[in-house]
């Protein structure tokens, strides 16, 4: 890729060495200095008056010091390192001035890396067309670790099943993944209406949907749900539990243990008898994902706010026990905030 190109694939941090270099060459106009004296409100008359110039040591007009230091970011931006690249400071010494007609020539070159912070310093040297060094500088860049787009048509249709989607953050995520293609299963234990209106909300935008009602902390009733999901759909391949027990705001100390058995059944009993049920359809299938849905309340607590409101750390460490047991098979999970945003 040319610098000054434009994309949006981020290069692998890994593939970046001490040593590695990208240049970029320039030829400077006076239609740049113009447009840098517009954009920045900089009319300094030794850039832009070549009368004014002329009584000065240069005897010509000179081009902006940091014009010609700004095609740093054209190499950091497109090519070293490049796409997702955030450029944390930028030490600067201007050693000799450029002139309108002059070929400037950008070189970055990698001092030093740290996978840790996915940092780079980078030596900076912009030369003319004499190889005359005109500034040199260090800069320092975090290349950002973007999450690649996943393109819905250029995977397969998914089957997921979501806990508690009758309503809120569980029918947003139906939703999503229905206008993605997938069939989606909702489950819910009250509010069949709502849960029914989903369904033809999604069925009317032509995706599909199926709606079942079952009680997430009771086996049966988890083996029930799947079987029909499975003769409608054919095999799961998407878990999230979603489900959880309404919200009271209540003081600890005012609170029963069998309240919060109840969010305890729901959020880690109905996770681990869900997970289990939708085990043996991923494996069989070759793959499949599971999302636990938990609450950034899960780390802080609010205020005047009991265990009611939070899932237990319990639920992260399922998933994450279940994530190491599962690393040499195909499923992947996820334990993610119900505050947060996930692609």
């Known amino acids: 890729m040319q610098p000054g190109s434009h994309t ?91 002139y309108v007609g002059d070929t400037i020539r950008v070189v970055v070159r990698v001092k030093q890396t740290s996978p840790a912070t996915r940092t780079l310093v980078l030596e900076t040297i912009i030369l003319n067309q ?73 069925t009317e935008r032509g995706g599909e949907a199926m709606a079942v009602h079952a009680d997430v902390t009771n086996r049966q009733e988890v083996e029930r749900l799947f079987a029909t999901a499975m003769e409608r759909f054919g095999p799961i391949q998407g878990l999230v539990h979603n489900a959880s027990r309404p919200i009271h705001l209540q003081p600890f100390q005012e609170m029963t243990w069998e309240s919060a058995q109840e969010h305890l059944d729901v959020q880690v009993k109905g996770a681990f008898l869900c997970t289990q049920a939708a085990l043996p359809h991923m494996i069989a299938g070759g793959g499949g994902a599971i999302v636990m849905i938990g609450s950034v309340a899960a780390d802080a607590v609010p205020p005047a706010l009991s265990i009611q409101r939070t899932p237990p750390p319990s639920t992260n460490c399922l998933s994450f026990s279940r994530s190491c047991s599962l690393s040499f098979s195909s499923p992947r999970l996820v334990s993610a905030p119900s505050g947060s945003w996930m692609r």
């Not at 981020?10 to 517009?38: L, N």
């Not at 500088?137 to 806990?163: N, Y």
């Not at 229905?178 to 989606?184: F, L, P, W």
Request: proline share 5%.
């Open 130 to 202: 004499a190889h005359q060094e005109l500034i040199t500088g260090e800069a320092h860049v975090r290349l950002l670790d973007v999450q690649r787009p996943i393109s819905p048509h250029a995977t397969q249709p998914m089957v997921v099943l979501i806990t508690g989607a009758r309503r809120g953050i569980g029918a947003a995520i139906a939703r999503a993944l229905a206008n993605d293609g997938n069939k989606v299963v909702i489950n819910f234990l009250h509010g069949e209406d709502d849960a029914l209106q989903l369904v033809k909300e999604i």
């Open 8 to 98: 949006s694939t981020p290069i692998d941090f890994d593939a970046i060495h001490v040593g590695d270099q990208r240049e970029f060459t320039h030829a400077i106009t006076a239609q740049d200095i113009e447009r840098f004296a517009d954009a920045t409100g900089d009319r300094n008359p030794l850039h832009l008056d070549a009368e004014f110039a002329q009584r000065t040591h240069f005897r010509r007009p000179v081009v902006y010091g940091m014009l010609s230091a700004s095609f740093i970011s054209t190499v950091i931006g497109t090519t070293m390192p490049g796409p997702g690249a955030l450029w944390l400071s930028q030490t600067l010494q201007f050693l000799h001035p450029a």
